[in-house]
């Protein structure tokens, strides 16, 4: 018998509580959200993530990056803005390696990052963006995060 797959949309609407078992979801989709929510909402929501997946189960993420406009121009995007590392902070290992040492963090994501360019980049030697990437703003425009529960 095969198992069902399931998966959860966040939205704006449900971002602030999820109504979901734990344990109980393969794949979450949260696109575009987490920008929208303050700081303090921004780490419920992870942890609320990390109750409601099974093992191994995946959240998947996008968000504007920090070098980009988008991430700054939006009058309803809370601040701060997105980078890799605040993602890493939910990563067990990370944490001992940096000495960060959060007491209520319980969660331990692995993390895959990929990213969002302006479209004249993706044309260009991967030397040349990943030059630009580090330099330039407005390269990146957002960062697409995988986090995996372990």
């Known amino acids: 018998m ?3 797959f399931t998966k959860l949309e966040i939205t704006l609407k449900n971002a602030k509580k999820l109504s979901v078992k734990t344990a ?3 794949e979450i989709s949260c696109m575009q959200i987490l920008q929208f929510l ?3 909402e921004r ?3 992870i942890e609320e993530f990390y109750r409601v997946l099974k093992p191994d189960g995946k959240a998947v993420i996008s968000v ?3 070098t980009s406009m988008k991430a700054v121009s939006d009058p309803f995007v809370k601040w701060p803005p997105f980078h890799e590392t605040f993602f890493c902070h939910f990563n067990k290992k990370w944490r001992e390696e940096n000495k960060i ?3 209520s963090f319980k969660i331990n994501f692995e993390y895959i990052f990929g990213y969002g360019m302006d479209g004249m980049w993706n044309l260009k030697a991967e030397e040349a963006r990943s030059f630009a990437a580090r330099h330039y703003l407005n390269v990146i425009f957002d960062l697409h995060v995988t986090l995996i529960k372990k």
């Open 2 to 4: 095969k198992k069902k």
């Open 24 to 26: 109980s979801v393969d």
């Open 38 to 40: 303050t700081i303090e």
């Open 43 to 45: 780490i419920r929501l």
């Open 64 to 66: 504007p990056y920090w």
């Open 101 to 103: 040492t959060h007491p």
